[in-house]
């Protein structure tokens, strides 16, 4: 009786407990969530509203939140675009540059990384245990340390300058923890699904295609954008092998120069950094129905 008395004593403070920790949680969360979102979008907002409006209006009013349709300058986003021949920044150029690097890393990255993570989560053989703690470690290692060992090697090559240097120091930084993000995923897909098509009559590779493939389409959509995102987004190694070279620049290079330079107005350099942010929002959003669309996609056969 002595316990049953305890039991029913506790369990109104329990009771009470849960509904003032729910309560609290109820006003807490659109709290969090609003104060977060402002941190992020306000930022970006103002850096977008000031690569819209003249140098002069800057001037007059630099803290404005809101401006008139009148007061919309496109000229700034015209001179960014421009070649440098006429007398633009030639920002049209370096995004064409950063863009074929990007994509080159990340096919060339996917092509080498699902075979890789998938025989690594499927075969047995000697150190298959070790192997992913080497492909983590791996990429761990300060690249700065690689700086001045491949500026040299690169020059003796003479690849020092061109994009196809860039693209192989791109792809050996992101390949070992695209195997090790991808060999993750592979792990949770069913044997059971790969015997069945054995059964049926299908190849190692077959299997791979036509099973494995499909059902790890959203970690392959997402590593190929985390991929991107760092393609798009370096600077220490574009400005170590390509700043001899203006005509081979990227756009995170001739963002740099900008910020670097006095004589380049601010409405210059918020577009330009629009410019360099805005491609990556755009892809995630587009590739978000292909990262939850990959989940289901070949589950059933046929």
């Keep these: 009786m002595t316990l049953e008395r305890s039991v029913e004593r506790q369990r109104p403070t329990g009771m009470l407990r849960d509904r003032a920790e729910n309560a609290i949680l109820r006003v807490l969360r659109p709290i969090v969530i609003v104060a977060l979102l402002f941190a992020a979008i306000v930022p970006f907002y103002y850096m ?6 003249s140098l002069d209006s800057l001037i007059q009013n630099p803290g404005a939140l809101w401006i008139s349709i009148e007061e919309l300058d496109l000229t700034t986003y015209l001179d960014v675009l421009a070649p440098t021949s006429e007398g633009g920044q030639g920002f049209t150029g370096f995004m064409w540059n950063s863009l074929i690097v990007a994509l080159a890393t990340v096919v060339v990255t996917l092509i080498v990384s699902i075979p890789g993570a998938y025989a690594v989560s499927r ?8 192997v992913s703690a080497l492909f983590l470690a791996v990429y761990f290692f300060p690249v700065i340390l690689l700086a001045i060992p491949l500026f040299v090697f690169f020059t003796r090559v ?3 300058g061109s994009l196809v240097g860039l693209l192989i120091v791109y792809v050996s930084q992101v390949v ?3 195997i090790y993000t991808l060999r993750n995923y592979f792990a949770t897909i069913p044997v059971s699904l790969e015997e069945a098509a054995a059964i049926d009559g299908c190849t190692r590779v077959q299997t791979m295609w036509r099973i494995s493939l499909p059902l790890a389409m959203p970690s392959i959509i997402s590593n190929g954008l985390f991929v991107f995102m760092i393609a798009w987004n370096e600077f220490l190694f574009a400005l170590l092998f390509l700043v001899e070279k203006r005509e081979n620049w990227t756009v995170s290079l001739g963002l740099s120069q900008l910020s670097g330079s006095i004589e380049v107005p601010t409405t210059v350099l918020m577009a330009g950094s629009v410019i360099l942010t805005l491609p990556i929002i755009i892809l995630f959003f587009a590739s978000e129905k292909l990262l939850v669309g990959g989940l289901t996609a070949g589950a059933e056969k046929g």
């Design 48 to 53: 977008l509203l000031l690569s819209f409006r």
């Design 158 to 160: 003479g690849l020092r």
């Design 123 to 130: 075969l047995r053989f000697f150190g298959r245990r070790h």
């Design 176 to 178: 070992a923890v695209s």
